[in-house]
């Protein structure tokens, strides 16, 4: 594979792990390749640094890839769910339904608004279920909006089909999910997409986001709203915010976007060698593919089941020490924290029992597409080990 044979600009990370008993094989990687370098140095000498080229650029690559009319590059993915909850006129009083199993940025950007958030319930494929979404649904709502996590869409088929009849709008927190599709229909296509770059996503550009749609007000309200609300020069349409993308940030993300085919089989062949060491082991449960859904696994995410030999936290802790940089995506539901348990606009006694489960039990093992062949096999090695030494 073409990125297996790029330089490891990030060699001070394992030097720095050097001092470890074992080599850390890392949860994500970051590789800057010899073309993004070259990019970065045309915009250095260019002079131009910000909305320039090179954003448009990017913005052309992610609607391709989106499939969309239009693509709004931003300065990060809470900035493009802030900025699409605004262009749909969401806030105060307004619900929206999102996931209880996700990142705090979705629902921080829900509180930001003003907007309450309220919590649909999951299914195996860890995102929401449309009957647990429906249940939810009434004068208040406004908005649906699911999160395809682990790069996994949730099923916006049937979601949309509930958004369009019943006059909601449709969401999609697609930051883990760039090139995901569902039933042929790309993530950020059927809802108003968006998307991160953040420096641990599929295609990074270290801080970043964007979004995608079809509708071209909600694309012109976006741009106007990324730049203080100016659509000419000094004529102020919105009160604005900055919301800019960086020419250095979009020419990092660049190759990565006309490489995202490379990338995504990458992580592909990475799960589908995983699914095959590590589905005979009693007690572990490996990702599932619904039918009809392109995985693009930004996490490869196993579940300990209730009757493992062992539980989920000891079997990080087992893994950390041979040296798999395993991880919890997330370890607790999003609304479970102190700060938003007195907030009345954040529902935490919504019914989400499946997600609480799912919160106990999911673990995420290395997937990204730098690993080698035996960093894989060392992976599916240690759980194996760590699952039966623990019986
Ligand atoms: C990363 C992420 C975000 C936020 O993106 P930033 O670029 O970090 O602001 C939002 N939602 C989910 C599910 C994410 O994983």
Redesign the pocket.
Known sequence: MLLRSLPLSVGCRRDALAAYPVRMIAITQVVVGSRQRELVSEVLESGQLAQGPMVAAFEDLLAQIAKTRHAVALN??????VATLRALGIGRGDEVITSPL??A??LN?ILAVGATARFADIGPDYTVRLDAVESLVNPKTVAVLP???YGLMADVGALSRLTRSSGLALIE?A??AIGASADGIQAGKLGTG?F???A??NVTTG???AVTTDDSAIADYIRVLRNQGMKDRYQYEIPGDNLRMTDVHAAIGIPQLEGIEAITAARQANAHRLNQGLSTIEGIEVPWEPEGRRHVY?QYTIRVAAQSPVDRDSLVASLRSAGVGAAVYYPRLVFDYGCYRDDPRVRSDDSVPAAFDAASQVVSLPVHPHLTEDDVEAVIAAVRQSVSGAG
């Open positions: 990060s993915g809470t900035s493009a769910l996700t990142f940025a979705t950007a999160v395809h996590l927190d930051a883990q968006c991160s770059f953040y641990t996503k801080e970043g986001g930004h």
